[in-house]
């Protein structure tokens, strides 16, 4: 997931403090996560013994989400990074994908999981995952950090290894944004509507 670019006054205004202070709720620990990937990890190296296995990441959430899932994963397996954007003016999907990155890692006969931090509006996941097709794999399956509870999702995409269900609020931190900012965070917390409504 990408949110939309601030002016840069405001980013570094944003920078400038200690971004736990616009966290109005941590939902998810770092022992949380790392707990929950070891066991994705698992069931992946279970799944897949003995297959060609590639992960691929969806830019720029993914990539903390594709770092710890690798290294849980204790069969042969590689890894690339696929890059697609919806996020347009504000903290809700544009309703575009446009697509950034292609693999470059050959897909043919193997068998592919699709890593990605966040499960809300399927949109870009859907994208990223027809992009893979094209490249004839033997499977394209996802693992999907996080599956948002949303009323209606824009795109329905199967998710076979899911770590936590969360409500439908605007979370931030391991590799999720806003502006571009809290993707360092080592947990998932809910932002301060105040943070990304202007108010502060």
Request: with cysteine; hydrophobic share 40%.
């Amino acid at each position: 997931m990408t949110a939309t670019k601030k002016s840069a006054a405001n980013s570094g205004l944003r920078a400038s403090r200690n971004l736990d202070d616009d966290i109005e709720e941590i939902l998810l620990t770092q022992k949380d996560i790392a707990q929950r990937v070891a066991e994705m990890g698992k069931a992946i190296e279970n799944d897949y013994r003995g297959k060609p296995l590639v992960l691929v990441g969806i830019l720029r959430g993914g990539l903390v989400f594709l770092s710890d899932l690798t290294r849980a994963i204790a069969i042969p397996h590689s890894f690339d990074m696929a890059g697609a954007s919806s996020y347009g003016t504000g903290t809700t999907s544009s309703g575009r994908v446009q697509i950034t990155k292609d693999v470059e890692v050959d897909l043919r006969g193997k068998h592919v999981i699709v890593c990605e931090d966040i499960y809300d509006s399927g949109r870009t996941l859907a994208a990223i995952r027809d992009l893979l097709r094209v490249h004839h794999p033997a499977s394209v399956e996802v693992a999907a950090f996080l599956y948002k509870k949303v009323k209606k999702r824009v795109a329905e995409v199967e998710i076979k290894y899911k770590g936590y269900d969360i409500e439908d609020k605007f979370v931030v931190g391991y590799g999720l944004d806003y502006s571009e900012m809290y993707r360092n965070l080592p947990y998932v917390g809910v932002l301060k509507r105040s943070v990304y409504e202007g108010g502060k």
